[in-house]
């Protein structure tokens, strides 16, 4: 692969750390929070909307798997377009955007007086999900990419927290008394939404006044500058190892997900947990999240990126290697099974872990193979669209297979887990990346983004981008 463009990489950073914080981080923070604190009390709220919530019991279950995925496949089907609206116009302008809509969506979701608004606020809220590429893109552009993994560890970092907080959160929420305003409802259900409303309307509020547009994205030159919008589109897609990448993180969700919906049915029959342990056991899998991104950012001072994602990559399957050995060799009959609750944490340890790895060097490892700033945009949100199918996929895939067996489930991830192994390793070459410059780490926060140097390009010898209403 040809060295990177010192001129493309190299980027000043326009933010302090606390402004980086209270605008990027804090946006990734509620996208992470929002299906925390939404999830635990969504079946319950559809029930309350229900005229006939004993008869329609099993469709009340549909509708909430439909409202789940719904969510997911919203975001899906909008990334593309969110893609390209980065590429093209100013962050700020996509952002508010984003805000306001994920705004709107919570608190559609709270007023609502019939299943279908709670369906279209989620739905809202998925595309509103696409901040998330945002942030992604902020970084690559006022970074060099020897910093960059960096940066995209302290955006994992705010999404894990906000994860780890939001069924915290519900807890004291789920203690609300019912009161009515005419046909509104303020609820222990609803709730959720006007909260995550009010956090939206804050974070508008720090895009508004506190944002800093990064450096323009530089104009495509040359053969670049002809190419049509199907053309650039299938640019994205022309590198072998950005496909590979792209298949990658589906991977990640596909089996994140899966494991999720596998916890609580399986908790339930080994180990007869409630509601309340099953939120223990998932806070304590996101500590385990935590710690592992902590232990990432240290060693993406030492490692390459694809070195990080082949040691995330084995840590998947580690654990569904000892899952299948645990399984087999439980005492119990083929056809229920049964492994100690030690046994149980240590596999979804490895898992959760394996994500802390994955999504911290996907994203910056897919925008430097891809190597073409006019597409940074559209790159990330084809990674959201991966991760989005994932979401969607790896449910149904769980949900179809437990029935039959639990071994099928592992079984399944394996395969897949096989067939990327393969790939990753005829690719490996290929994501090789030369970093020509070494990041330069300040404590001080007046050096910039998160500690990052920032001395002009022309101190360090690197010609300036100038968008285009600046040219001579």
């Not at 980027?11 to 929070?33: A, D, P």
Request: proline share 5%; glycine share 8%; with cysteine.
């Amino acid at each position: 692969m040809k060295t990177s463009n010192p001129a493309q990489n190299e980027r000043r950073g326009r933010m302090s750390t606390w402004k980086f914080v209270v605008t990027i981080c804090f946006s990734v923070f509620l996208q992470g929070i929002d299906y925390g604190i939404v999830m635990p009390s969504m079946l319950a709220y559809m029930t309350s909307k229900d005229s006939d919530p004993e008869e329609n019991k099993d469709w009340l279950s549909l509708f909430f798997g439909i409202t789940l995925s719904a969510f997911s496949l919203a975001s899906l089907v909008t990334a593309p377009i969110f893609g390209m609206w980065y590429d093209r116009r100013p962050m700020k302008e996509v952002a508010l955007f984003l805000s306001f809509l994920a705004l709107g969506g919570s608190m559609m979701y709270a007023l609502a007086v019939a299943n279908w608004m709670i369906l279209v606020g989620r739905i809202i809220c998925g595309m509103a999900y696409n901040i998330f590429t945002g942030a992604n893109v902020y970084v690559i552009r006022t970074t060099s990419i020897s910093e960059r993994s960096g940066l995209f560890t302290k955006i994992t970092m705010a999404f894990a927290i906000g994860t780890a907080l939001g069924p915290a959160i519900n807890f004291p929420l789920s203690k609300i008394g019912d009161y009515y305003f005419g046909p509104f409802e303020f609820s222990a259900n609803s709730s959720p939404g006007f909260l995550m409303a009010a956090l939206f309307f804050l974070n508008a509020l720090t895009f508004m006044f506190l944002f800093e547009e990064p450096i323009f994205v530089p104009e495509a030159e040359g053969e670049k500058a002809n190419r049509t919008c199907l053309q650039e589109w299938l640019a994205i897609f022309s590198k072998f190892s950005c496909v590979v990448l792209i298949i990658t993180q589906f991977l990640v969700i596909f089996t994140q997900s899966t494991v999720e919906v596998l916890v609580t049915p399986q908790t339930h029959q080994w180990y007869d947990f409630d509601p309340f342990q099953n939120s223990l056991l998932f806070t304590g899998m996101t500590v385990v999240v935590v710690l592992a991104i902590v232990a990432v950012g240290f060693m993406v001072k030492w490692f390459q990126d694809r070195s990080l994602l082949m040691m995330g990559h084995t840590l998947v399957g580690a654990g569904t290697v000892v899952f299948v050995i645990f399984l087999v060799l439980s005492p119990e009959n083929r056809t229920t099974f049964f492994i100690p609750i030690w046994q149980f944490c240590f596999v979804c340890a490895l898992y959760v872990a394996a994500i802390a790895f994955y999504q911290t060097v996907l994203g910056s490892l897919f925008s430097k193979l891809l190597d073409d700033p006019p597409l940074e945009g559209r790159g990330q949100s084809v990674m959201g669209s991966a991760s989005a199918a994932g979401a969607i996929v790896g449910p149904i895939i769980s949900t179809i297979l437990l029935p039959h067996g639990i071994l099928y489930v592992p079984a399944v991830v394996g395969v897949m887990w096989g067939f990327v192994l393969f790939l990753l390793l005829i690719s490996w070459h290929k994501m090789y990346v030369h970093e020509p410059i070494v990041a330069e780490v300040e404590a001080d926060e007046t050096k910039g983004l998160i500690g990052i140097n920032t001395e002009t390009q022309e101190e360090r010898g690197f010609p300036t981008y100038t968008a285009p209403d600046q040219k001579a």
